[in-house]
Nanobody
Framework: QVQLVESGGGLVQAGGSLRLSCVASGRTFSIYGMGWFRQAPGKEREFVAAIKWTGGGTDYAGSVKGRFTISRDNAKNTVYLQMNSLKPEDTAVYYC?????????????????WGQGTQVTVSS
């Protein structure tokens, strides 16, 4: 079983940047796709970005495309989310998740392990 621990959240002004990290325990991290999701107060959890186990394929929600970049370092069992040009509407708890498959995906049902989340707050 893979355990996931996120870090890197915080308070930032609009237009600023943050980099989230998610460290996974377990020796099988490198064979699974990984994803980032977020949940704002009063809203459902939504897909943000995903990356294949090879790191060669990525997918983004339309609202973050061009501003966020997902990447992974399998040697460090870590997946990252670089967030630039942040907007107040990006405020949410961000979760990393392990896919059931080698590819990432946009549906939360295809992920079976979740981190505890890290808060990102963007002030206007």
């Amino acid at each position: 079983q893979v355990q996931l621990v996120e870090s890197g959240g915080g308070l930032v002004q609009a237009g600023g940047s943050l980099r989230l990290s998610c460290v996974a325990s377990g020796r099988t991290f490198s064979i699974y796709g990984m994803g980032w999701f977020r949940q704002a107060p009063g809203k459902e959890r939504e897909f943000v970005a995903a990356i294949k186990w090879t790191g060669g394929g990525t997918d983004y929600a339309g609202s973050v495309k061009g501003r966020f970049t997902i990447s992974r370092d399998n040697a460090k069992n870590t997946v990252y989310l670089q967030m630039n040009s942040l907007k107040p509407e990006d405020t949410a708890v961000y979760y990393c998740a392990k896919s059931l498959y080698g590819s990432g995906g946009t549906r939360s049902q295809t992920y079976d392990q979740w981190g505890q989340g890290t808060q990102v707050t963007v002030s206007s």
